[in-house]
C-alpha cells in the first residue's frame, strides 16, 4: 500500500569538538554553530545572515577590514605567521595578505575554528587591526598551518609563487610565458584582483605564439572578453600574420571555423584566404613540418593523394568541409587558380563546375551577378593594409572586364582615407597579372553595390570604421568614376582597409 504521508527524514544531530557542541550536517554551514555565532559577535554580523553563507560573508569582512592595511602598505618584514603547504613546498605567510585570496582566507578561518581553544579570543586579537610596527615587534596570532592540493598541470612553482608574491607586491612583473600559470593560479587562489590583471595583461600581448593558448585559457574559466578579443585579433590577422608562420598549425578547427564566418575577416582576396586555409590543412597532416613550405610544395602534396576522389571526400578531408564551406569561392575568377584548383583535386567537382558556370552567366550577361544578393555573407573581398611607412598605397584589381583601384591615403598623423575608383584598362601598365588573358568591358557605366571599411587596434580596443552600404553607378569620368571617401581619425597602425562589393543586374 502507498503512503500517502510519508515521513520525512529525520535531522540527525552530530557531536563536534571537545566542548560536546551539535550540529545538523544538512545545513548550508558544516561547521561549528557555537564557534559560528561567537565570531558573529566579533564580526558584529547578523547570525541568520551567516547562516545563508557564513564563508563568504566572514571572509569579506575579513578583506574589508585588511584592505586599508594591504593597500599601500611595506612588505610583511615579521616573522611568518601561517605557513602553507602546496605543490611539496611550505609558503611562509603572514594572515592579513592571505585574506585577499578567499582560498587561503576559507582554509586559515577553518584552521582557527577547528583549534579546540583560545580561537575567539585570537579573531578578536585579528579584528583590532594593530598597526604594522606592532606586527613587528610581536605577533598577532601562533602560526597556523594550512594545506592546499593542487591537480592543476598548469600551475607550476614558478607560477604559484608569482601569485603569492602578489600578495605582497602590485606591481610583479609577468612574462607570456609565466601569464598562464599565474591566471591558473589566481583561479584557484580565488585571487580576483591577480585574475584580473592577468586576463588584462593577457588581452595586450595576442601574437601568432599566444593566441591559441589564450583563447583556450578564455575558454576554461569562460572568460568572455578574452575569448572574443583572440576571435576579433584573430579575424584580423589570420591571413597577412599567422598564415606566415609555423604558429597556423596551432590555431584550432573550432576557432578558425568562427574566424571564417565573422563578418570582421580581413583578407587581401578570397585567393589569399583559401591559400591559407589550404596551408593550415598541410601542416595538420604534416607535423614534422617545422616550417612554411613554398606554396608550390602544397600543391604538390595534395597533387600526391589518389584522384578515384577529391581530398575533401576522403577520410582524411572529411572533418575539414565546414571550414572550405565557409569560403566564397566565386571571389576566385582567374582561370589560372581555377585550373589549379582542377589539378589538385582538392574540392569536389560539383563545387568547381558551379563557380565556373557562375562566371560563365555572369561574364554573358555584361557583369551582372545574379547568383549574387547579400553583400554582407557574399560579397567578393579585397583588402589593403595600410602601415606606418605609408602615405599612399592601392592595388588594382579585375572583374568580369572591369578595372577598380582601391587606395588608401595618409592625410596627416591621425587622418587616413580609403576609397575605390573605376579605371581604364588602358591606365595598366600591361603586361600585369590583372590583365594577362582577362576579359574587357566596353560599358561606359557599371552598377556596383559596395561597402568600405576600416579597423585598427588602440589601446587594446579595436576600432571601426564603415560606409553605409552604397549602390552606385561608376563610369570612367570624375566624379562619377571615384566611389564615396571614407575619411577616419586615428593614431591606431596599422589599418586593416576592406572592400566589399557585388555587381547588381543593370
Known sequence: MKMLNPRKTRLERRIVGATNRWRFPQQYFCGDLLALSQMCKVLNIDLDEALKNPDRLCISKFQRLFSDNIENS???????????????????????????????????????????????????????????????????????????????????????????????????????????????????????????????????????????????????????????????????????????????????????????????????????????????????LNCKVQVIPIHETM???????????????QNAGQAWTPLFLCLRLHGITS?????????????????LIRVTADHYHTLESGGNMIHLKDLSTQA????????????????????????FEIKGIKHDTTSYSFSMQRIRHTDLDCPTPICEHSAISLRAERLVKYEIRAQTLVDGRWQEFRTNQITQKFGFAKPGCKSHVLKIQTVGIPIYASFAFIFPAS
Open 299 to 313: 600543391l604538390a602534396y595534395f597533387s600526391s593523394f589518389p584522384k578515384k576522389c577529391c581530398f575533401l571526400e
Open 74 to 284: 611595506d612588505i610583511q618584514s615579521g616573522e611568518a605567521d601561517v605557513i602553507l603547504e602546496c605543490l611539496g613546498f611550505k609558503w611562509e605567510l603572514h594572515h592579513p595578505q592571505i585574506f585577499q585570496s578567499e582560498t587561503l582566507a576559507k582554509l586559515y578561518l577553518t584552521a582557527l575554528i577547528q583549534n579546540s581553544k583560545g580561537h575567539t579570543k585570537e579573531l578578536g586579537k585579528i579584528l583590532k587591526a594593530q598597526p604594522p610596527e606592532k606586527i613587528k615587534e610581536k605577533p598577532l596570532v601562533k602560526k597556523i598551518i594550512i594545506s592546499l592540493k593542487i591537480n592543476d598541470p598548469a600551475v607550476t612553482r614558478v607560477a604559484f609563487a608569482l601569485a603569492l608574491k602578489n600578495l605582497y607586491m602590485n606591481e610583479v612583473e609577468m612574462t607570456e610565458d609565466t601569464v598562464l600559470g599565474v591566471l591558473a593560479s589566481a583561479h584557484i587562489l580565488q585571487f580576483n584582483r591577480l585574475f584580473q590583471k592577468c586576463i588584462n595583461m593577457m588581452l595586450t600581448r595576442l601574437t601568432p605564439s599566444t593566441v591559441k593558448n589564450f583563447y583556450l585559457a578564455g575558454c576554461k574559466y569562460k572568460e568572455e572578453q578574452l575569448t572574443a578579443a583572440c576571435e576579433k585579433w584573430l579575424a584580423m590577422n589570420l591571413v597577412p600574420l599567422v598564415g606566415t608562420q609555423i604558429h597556423l598549425r596551432h590555431i584550432p578547427q573550432h576557432l578558425l571555423h568562427k574566424v571564417l564566418k565573422s563578418p570582421r575577416l580581413f583578407t587581401f582576396s578570397e585567393l589569399h584566404l583559401l591559400k591559407t586555409l589550404l596551408m593550415w590543412v598541410y601542416l595538420q
Open 335 to 351: 582561370g589560372k587558380d581555377l585550373e589549379e584548383l582542377r589539378h589538385i583535386n582538392f574540392f569536389p567537382e560539383s563545387w
Open 380 to 403: 567578393m573581398r579585397f583588402g589593403l593594409l595600410f602601415r606606418q611607412e605609408y602615405t599612399t598605397y592601392s592595388e588594382r584589381i579585375s572583374m568580369y572586364g572591369y578595372f
